[in-house]
């Protein structure tokens, strides 16, 4: 017989801490790279919502996650690091905010380049993560190793949100709409751009 054990903020918080302190074991002061991509959003996400259709949550996590992971993958054979990415970390009882939590304490405490998948700008985890990295001074790149600077962040988040603009109150988009909202603030006052 299998026992559910239902999430409490107690045993959230101690998954939390036993993570960090895996990643502590394991890394030590190594810094790593960290790569950034669309799960639970994206660019498909977007266009599928926008076409009526309801992307089913599991499939699209899926997809999202298995090319994340490739990518990753693909990454640590041809730079020979350690490359960490969000997608196969699985927390019973975890929603986005505590995935959120964990990863940017994760950049911060690990993190030596933080790597973004194309279309990072349609994922709300890839854009907190970005503004994030930029708060903390740190190096971000594209996935071809090309630097993604704050300027090209911009109008890449710019562009994102004017063609979100007409669906921003949308209940599966506004989330994104906000999150690149924020950041756009965050760039503009940190970097004087806007």
């Known amino acids: 017989m299998v026992y559910a054990v239902k999430p409490t903020v107690d045993n959230l918080n101690a998954v939390h801490s036993a993570v960090l302190q895996a990643w502590d074991c394991a890394l030590g002061p190594k810094k790593v ?3 950034s991509g669309p799960i639970t959003t994206g660019r498909a996400f977007v266009e599928s919502l926008r076409l009526g259709k309801t992307p089913h949550r599991e499939a699209l996590i899926r997809k999202n996650s298995e090319s ?25 009882g975890w929603g986005q905010v505590e ?25 709300v985890g890839c ?6 990295a930029k708060s903390l001074g740190m190096r971000t790149e594209n996935i071809d190793g090309t630097e993604l600077t704050s300027v090209a962040a911009f109008r890449l988040l710019d562009s994102a949100r004017i063609g979100l603009a007409p669906d921003q109150q949308h209940p599966r988009l506004k989330p994104l709409y906000q999150a690149i909202e924020m950041a756009l603030s965050n760039l503009a006052a940190q970097h004087r751009l806007g």
């Open 33 to 35: 790279i960290y790569l």
């Open 99 to 123: 995935y959120l939590d964990l990863w940017r304490e994760c950049i911060k405490k690990h993190a030596r380049i933080v790597m973004f998948m194309s279309d990072w700008e349609y994922s």
């Open 127 to 132: 854009v907190t993560e970005f503004s994030f």
């Open 68 to 92: 994340l992971i490739q990518a990753a993958n693909d990454l640590r054979t041809r730079l020979n690091e350690i490359v960490l990415e969000p997608a196969s970390l699985h927390v019973t």
